[in-house]
């Protein structure tokens, strides 16, 4: 049996959960992607036997949409986690204190 630990709600029964398929990277620049990137990056699969990232929603508890990792061909669930956003870069509006400033490490 398989058991899925949400981040909210602990471990459960995978029959509480409804797989929301691989997650990838969104492209960084969406307006740059013509549609045929656009179909490629919504429909097309790497569908790997091995590790993966999925999305998985608790659909008969709380409501979350969150991350594991998961070998697909042992059902092993190495870890789940709440979907984090990357830094983001400073709006255009902020001003850049690091501008003009030699990178870490520079001699
Ligand atoms: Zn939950």
Redesign the pocket.
């Given at each position: 049996m398989l058991y899925l630990t949400?981040p909210?709600?602990g471990p459960?029964n995978a029959s509480e959960f409804r797989h929301g398929g691989e997650a990838h990277a969104r492209p960084a620049v969406p307006d740059s992607l013509d549609e045929r990137a656009w179909t490629d990056f919504l429909y097309m699969k790497q569908n790997t036997a091995g590790q993966q990232t999925e999305w998985w929603y608790?659909a008969s508890?709380?409501?979350?949409w969150f991350l594991a990792d998961r070998h697909n061909t042992s059902n092993d669930v190495i870890r789940t986690y709440r979907w984090q956003p990357k830094a983001q870069p400073p709006a255009s509006n902020d001003t850049d204190h690091t501008a003009g400033l030699p990178a870490a490490g520079a001699p």
């Open positions: 949400c909210n709600c459960r608790h508890g709380c409501g979350l």
